[in-house]
């Protein structure tokens, strides 16, 4: 292939790396896109609900490395008592911040007898380590931390009957939690943002190998 005296003579050297750049940019860009996909997926089954019942503060569990504008601190758990004897629902509360010394755990309020709560529906909330739960914390009076919260673990370890969903609390309940939640459609424009930069790095490396591979020919 020529082109106004220049000729195409791709390296092979090249060729891989042009390869391999561009299979990385488009894998990296469809698991973003994925990620997106699935936050609008959730977005739109979100779904408002408000229930009745009591909170067990001998329950608690406190999701440890969850921050707050670069804060760091817990997200306060605790299973709320149905009326009539209906079972339990695991309530995500708000977040708390952390004391400086880490083996200080912060003092949770919870509000006595029934109260009312509204918040979102959730079957799961998002995991951010994969790490064994501490078995050795079994409930009391102080809380159990965890890294993270699945609705069977915490079954398990309560011993509660406790009901399908996760309510993640939206209505001010005077115990001092923040409950500035962030919402799926706050993040998968990132998501979006982030696939579409990696499509480009791999149409970039398309582009670079093709330019680089015409050199001029030298003439005879």
């Given amino acids: 292939m020529k082109l106004a005296g220049l000729r195409f003579r791709p390296r092979a050297w090249a060729f891989a790396l042009a390869a391999a750049g561009c299979a990385a940019g488009i894998t990296l860009g ?22 009745n019942g009591e909170f067990l503060p001998r329950f608690t569990v406190l999701l440890d490395l969850r921050l707050h504008r670069g804060r760091p601190g817990y997200h306060v758990v605790q299973p709320l008592r149905l009326p009539n004897g209906t079972g339990h629902v695991i309530v995500l509360r708000g977040w708390i911040e952390a004391d400086p010394r880490r083996e200080r755990l912060p003092k949770v309020v919870t509000p006595g007898g029934e ?16 790490q064994r739960q501490q078995d050795a914390c079994r409930p009391g009076p102080a809380p159990c931390v965890w890294q993270n919260l699945r ?3 915490y079954a398990a370890w309560s011993g509660l009957a406790v009901q399908p969903v996760i309510v993640e609390q939206t209505n001010d309940l005077g115990d001092g939690l923040l409950r500035d939640w962030e919402r799926p459609e706050a993040t998968f424009v990132k998501n979006e ?6 499509y480009s790095l791999a149409a970039l ?6 330019v680089l591979s015409f050199r001029r020919e030298i003439p005879s």
């Fill in 30 to 51: 469809n698991w973003q896109s994925g990620r997106a996909a699935d936050k609008r997926a959730a977005q739109a089954s979100l779904k408002r609900i408000a229930l």
């Fill in 115 to 130: 109260q009312r709560v509204e918040g979102f529906a959730l079957e799961k909330v998002p995991q951010y380590l994969e």
């Fill in 205 to 210: 490396c398309v582009i670079l190998f093709i």
């Fill in 151 to 153: 609705r069977e673990d």
């Fill in 193 to 198: 943002m982030y696939a579409l930069q990696w």
